[in-house]
């Protein structure tokens, strides 16, 4: 195992209340690379796609498998991440794909209320010993339709998930009744802060109905020795290169590599991990 970025008592509290929000783990300089790069990507953009919310609004997202050698595969592969990552899951951690949410100013849409682990059951992973990284690329307010936990919520185990929109949300008479035991928790973020969460802890996010635009980039990892038993649209295990921190500013606003075309680049729209749950 490489260094433990985590003192005992922020581990612990991971799995206490199946999250950690870490305040600024990146700078204001390589969150601001993020934004820059991110803003003015013709491939993140073409390969984009809109996600129904099942309220009238929709989620534009990218989604991709394979981390890169750009600038987002330098925050997924940094090892101020992924050492995090592998303390969390007592294992060796694989990427198991990334995600651009673009939540704009007055167009936003919601998720509705899930955990990953419902998505990700379907893919053959047998246990929830992944975790997922939120990266805030602007402010994340209760304005904007930041991110919405529930504490605790984790230990409830995986909830039955159906297909509401686009979205696979969680059984709600079921999420009302935990919500009445636990705590909600609005993760107010300033840009660079990063939020290390379980995948069966229930989350969600209003829409955007503010002036602010509120992206986030979202890396998810899994435990080598959860590798699923059987192929889907997400990567079985799969080594990580993993790079030092200072990758991020080495790589700064480098020009898009033309290999970004072969990213592994998915369609939200077309996810099996939610369309699956349509019977």
Not at 53 to 63: A, K, P, T
Not at 79 to 108: C, F, P, W
Not at 157 to 181: C, F, N, S, W, Y
Not at 187 to 216: C, I, K
């Amino acid at each position: 195992m490489a260094d433990k970025p985590l003192t005992d008592p922020q581990l612990q509290q991971y799995y206490e209340d199946g999250y950690l929000l870490v305040r600024q783990l990146f700078d204001s300089e390589e969150i601001g690379m993020l934004g820059r790069v991110a803003r003015e990507d013709r491939i993140l953009d073409e390969n984009a796609a809109d996600r129904q919310d099942g309220e009238g609004g929709s989620v534009r997202l990218s989604l991709w498998n394979h981390p890169g050698d750009e600038i987002y595969g330098m925050f997924a592969r940094c090892e101020r991440v992924t050492n995090t990552a592998e303390q969390i899951l007592n294992d060796e951690a694989y990427h198991y794909h990334s995600k651009m949410i673009m939540k704009d100013a007055k167009v936003g849409g919601a998720w509705t209320w899930h955990q990953d682990y419902g998505y990700w059951y379907q893919n053959g992973v047998l246990t929830p010993n992944l975790v997922s990284v939120s990266i805030a690329v602007d402010a994340a307010t209760k304005e904007n339709g930041c991110l919405q936990v529930i504490k605790r919520s984790h230990h409830c185990g995986r909830v039955d998930h159906t297909l509401k929109g686009d979205q696979a949300g969680a059984d709600m008479e079921r999420v009302e009744e935990i919500l009445k035991r636990n705590e909600l928790v609005h993760v107010e973020m300033d840009p660079g802060d990063t939020l290390f969460f379980h995948p069966n802890l229930l989350h969600r996010s209003d829409q955007n109905l503010s002036e602010h635009a509120r992206w986030s980039m979202i890396c998810c990892y899994n435990a080598r020795s959860n590798d699923p038993y059987k192929d889907s649209h997400h990567p079985r295990y799969t080594p990580l290169k993993k790079v030092s921190d200072d990758a991020i500013k080495a790589v700064g606003m480098k020009q898009c590599d033309p290999d970004r075309a072969n990213a592994g680049w998915l369609n939200p729209e077309t996810d099996s991990s939610a369309t699956s749950l349509k019977s």
